[in-house]
C-alpha cells in the first residue's frame, strides 16, 4: 500500500493511506495524523482491508504510538475492522454517543469496548501530542451521529462522506466541474436535506482550510477549489427535498 504526505513540519505529518480493493465492497481512504510520538487514525476500514491498513499504518507512523481512532459514524466501511485496532494497540476509539451502544454489533471484544469513548453531540476537542485537533458536528451528513476532523496545523478537514466521489482515476481534483458528476448522485441520495449542509457551511466557511480530504475518492486543495465545492453543497438539492415523491404505497 502506498502512502501520501499531505504536511510534514516541526513534528507534525499528515499522511493519506489510498483507497484500498475491499472486494465487492467500496473503496476507501485512510488518513494518519502524527503529532510528535503520537497518532491518529480515522476510519480505519472494515475487515477486507484491515491487514493492509494496518501494515502501512505501522510503516507511516513509525515510532509513534497509536493513541486515537476516530470513527467519524457507523458505517461498516469505517467501524467493521475496530476490534483488530482495540485489540492489537492500546488505543482509544471515538464515535458519536448515538452509535456507541451499537459498535459491540461489529464483534468489539468485551475486554476492549471500555475503551471506546462516546462523542457528544456538539463535539469536542482531541489532544494528539502537542497539539489539538477539533471534532465537529455534521449530523446528517449523512448520518443521524456525524462528526468530520478538523487539524488548525496542516488546515485539512477530514469530511467522511461529505465530499466523496466515485470513479476518478486522480488522487487530487484539478476541474471542479468535471468533477461534480462523480459526487452528485452519491451526494443527493445520502445526503439528508440542504438544510444540514447549510447549517455545516456556516460552521465550516470560517476555517482557515487548505485540504478537503473525504473518506472516499479524490481530496480538494486550495481555497477557491474549496469555496466553489462549498457553494455547489450550498445549493445542492439533496435527501428528503431531492426524493419526497418516494413516498407512497407501492402499487
Same mark, same amino acid.
Given at each position: ?13 499528515? *499522511?493519506?493511506? #489510498? ?5 465487492? /465492497?467500496?473503496?476507501?481512504?485512510? $488518513? ?10 480515522? %476510519?480505519? /476500514?472494515?475487515? @477486507?482491508?484491515?491487514?493492509? =491498513? ?13 493513541? *486515537? ?33 451499537? *459498535? ?5 471484544? @468485551? ?6 469513548? #462516546? !462523542?457528544? %453531540?456538539?463535539?469536542?476537542? !482531541? @489532544?494528539?501530542? /502537542?497539539?489539538? !485537533?477539533?471534532?465537529?458536528?455534521? $449530523? ?7 462528526? $468530520? ?22 488522487? &487530487?481534483?484539478?476541474?471542479?466541474? +468535471? $468533477?461534480?458528476?462523480?459526487? &452528485? ?20 466557511? #470560517?476555517?482557515? *482550510?487548505?485540504? =478537503? ?14 469555496? +466553489?465545492?462549498?457553494?455547489?453543497? &450550498? ?8 426524493? #419526497? ?7
Amino acid at each position: 500500500m502506498s502512502q501520501i504526505v499531505l504536511f510534514d513540519e516541526g513534528g507534525h505529518r499528515n *499522511i493519506l493511506l #489510498p483507497e484500498q480493493d475491499a472486494g465487492a /465492497g467500496v473503496a476507501s481512504n485512510q $488518513h494518519i495524523v502524527i503529532d510528535g510520538q503520537s497518532a491518529l487514525l480515522l %476510519d480505519p /476500514g472494515g475487515t @477486507k482491508v484491515y491487514r493492509d =491498513v494496518f501494515t502501512a499504518a505501522a510503516k507511516a507512523k513509525q515510532t509513534a504510538k497509536l493513541e *486515537i481512532v476516530f470513527l467519524s459514524h457507523q458505517d461498516p466501511d469505517i467501524v467493521a475492522a475496530l476490534n483488530g485496532w482495540l485489540m492489537t494497540t492500546e488505543a482509544r476509539a471515538v464515535v458519536s454517543k448515538l452509535w456507541h451502544r451499537f *459498535i459491540p454489533h461489529f464483534g468489539s471484544d @468485551k475486554l476492549v469496548y471500555s475503551r471506546v469513548d #462516546p !462523542l457528544p %453531540d456538539e463535539g469536542t476537542v !482531541l @489532544k494528539l501530542g /502537542g497539539c489539538e !485537533l477539533l471534532v465537529l458536528p455534521a $449530523h446528517f451528513l449523512h448520518s443521524v451521529g456525524n462528526f $468530520h476532523l478538523y487539524d488548525p496545523r496542516s488546515k485539512i478537514l477530514y469530511t467522511g462522506d461529505l465530499g466523496a466521489s466515485l470513479g476518478e482515476d486522480y488522487r &487530487e481534483v484539478s476541474d471542479l466541474a +468535471a $468533477h461534480i458528476p462523480l459526487m &452528485e448522485g452519491f451526494h443527493r441520495r445520502y445526503m439528508s436535506s440542504n438544510a444540514a449542509l447549510r447549517a455545516w457551511l456556516k460552521m465550516v466557511r #470560517p476555517l482557515d *482550510i487548505e485540504i =478537503v480530504a473525504p473518506q472516499h475518492g479524490a481530496l480538494m486543495r486550495g481555497r477557491p477549489m474549496i469555496d +466553489a465545492f462549498f457553494d455547489w453543497l &450550498e445549493g445542492l438539492e439533496c435527501g428528503i427535498d431531492y426524493m #419526497p415523491d418516494v413516498f407512497r404505497v407501492p402499487a
